[in-house]
């Protein structure tokens, strides 16, 4: 089922978006049947549940989709290629710290909470440009895109405006030079919008169900 999935999911989205596997709750035989279908990507939402099966499978690469928080930073430094849910200075000090330690220049996304939901994390989109002028002077971070978790809603077609917000966000940040901060990766679309994410610009889907079930 799995590898049958990815074969169709492969058919129709482009080589150029990426695909990452969002496992959280998944068997190590589930990840593995993903990665031998093709899959090189795989997220996670808990630092705890990642670090055991990272030893695992190793070689490819991990993200981290849930929130982090300040004291599972240094666990998470050590298994995870990007870092998806940056939402915060201060997580972002505690990841300049830490892989400072240990030599590392971290991969980040910034988190924007487009649609400004109480209950989702993520920057409020009118303060991401400040907040990250600051995460831009980290040494040990390298600011590489954002990613945004659209609202549930009856319609995905609702989803748009809040993938077009990001996208504008992206190119808005991209014209303001800030220092050593080219935003590449637009990380948006899940299982039940990543079609509306693709067409509204995304470069990175997170799929759980689409893939799992
Ligand atoms: C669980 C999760 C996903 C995948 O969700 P599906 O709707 O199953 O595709 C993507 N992103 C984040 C942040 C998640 O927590």
Do not use: C
């Amino acid at each position: 089922m799995i590898k049958e999935n990815i074969i169709k999911l492969k058919r129709r989205i482009p080589s150029s978006i990426t695909i990452v596997a969002v496992s959280k709750g998944r068997t190590m035989d589930e990840i593995k049947e993903a990665i031998e279908a093709g899959i090189n990507d795989i997220g996670e939402n808990r630092v705890q549940e990642a670090l055991a099966k990272y030893y695992q499978l190793p070689e490819v690469r991990w993200h981290m989709v849930g929130h982090l928080q300040t004291n599972k930073v240094k666990e998470a430094l050590r298994i995870f290629d990007l870092i998806q849910s940056v939402d915060s200075l201060r997580l972002a000090d505690e990841i300049d710290k830490q892989a400072s330690r240990i030599n590392k220049v971290q991969d980040i996304l910034i988190q924007v909470n487009t649609a400004g939901e109480n209950s989702k994390f993520g920057l409020k989109p009118d303060d991401t440009v400040e907040v990250m002028s600051e995460i831009a002077k980290f040494k040990n971070i390298n600011i590489k895109g954002l990613m945004t978790i659209a609202p549930i809603v009856d319609n995905p077609q609702k989803t748009r405006p809040y993938f077009r917000m990001l996208r504008e966000l992206k190119d808005e940040i991209n014209t303001l030079n800030i220092k050593h901060t080219t935003l590449n990766i637009l990380s948006m679309g899940m299982t039940d919008d990543f079609a509306q994410a693709i067409e509204e610009g995304s470069n990175m889907i997170r799929l759980g169900r689409a893939i799992f079930d």
